[in-house]
């Protein structure tokens, strides 16, 4: 675990955290996905479009973790000290070049471990967030290799019978923010 001063944290990171979630620590983001990966702080971003479908991203395969995965908008990791919404903001234009508006965290709680198909582990506090976009997405290739726009109830109907299909951190999160989904669209 890196001490590092904040006035000398590397501009690529992720706040290391204890059982508790409080923050101990930086380390470089390259060196932290392993086998054995330190809880870290994280989050996920659910996108709806204007016409309120769902936006889905298939990883692309250079990722570390879950290549070629079908997965929520995008995830990423907060810097020391950088509100959670600035990041997600960040995250967005950097993955997929969209602006967000009505970002709220509608699962601050979330949790997760989980292993991929290489052993490399997820361990992290990943606090999930809902955002509109009136923009059409312009995916990055070394972040996002498909996208799609799907219907809400297809979307649920498709993890619900093959959870496998995506990646275990939006199988477990989707479940769980439907409803807030489904109010935010007024339905």
């Given at each position: 675990m890196d001490q590092t001063p904040p006035e000398q944290t590397p501009a690529d990171h992720v706040v290391l955290l204890d059982e508790n979630g409080a923050p101990q620590g930086v380390a470089p983001r390259a060196t932290v996905h392993t086998p054995d990966t330190p809880?870290?702080?994280?989050?996920?971003?659910?996108?709806?479009g204007p016409d309120g479908r769902v936006l889905v991203t298939r990883r692309a395969l250079t990722k570390r973790t879950w290549p070629g995965v079908w997965t929520n908008a995008f995830c990423g990791h907060p810097r020391?000290?950088?509100?959670?919404?600035?990041?997600?903001?960040?995250?967005?234009?950097?993955?997929?070049?969209?602006?967000?508006?009505?970002?709220?965290?509608?699962?601050?709680?979330?949790?997760?471990?989980?292993?991929?198909?290489?052993?490399?582990v997820e361990n992290e506090i990943c606090p999930v967030h809902l955002a509109r976009t009136q923009e059409t997405p312009r995916p990055r290739a070394d972040e996002v290799m498909d996208l799609r726009w799907v219907e809400l109830a297809a979307l649920t109907s498709a993890v619900a019978a093959a959870p496998w299909l995506v990646s275990p951190w939006a199988a477990e999160q989707l479940p769980q923010i439907r409803a807030t989904i489904e109010q935010r669209l007024g339905r």
């Open positions: 809880l870290h702080l994280a989050f996920s971003c659910w996108v709806l020391l000290d950088e509100p959670m919404t600035a990041a997600v903001e960040r995250h967005a234009r950097h993955e997929l070049d969209l602006e967000l508006s009505e970002i709220a965290c509608v699962l601050p709680d979330f949790r997760y471990r989980a292993i991929d198909a290489s052993g490399i």
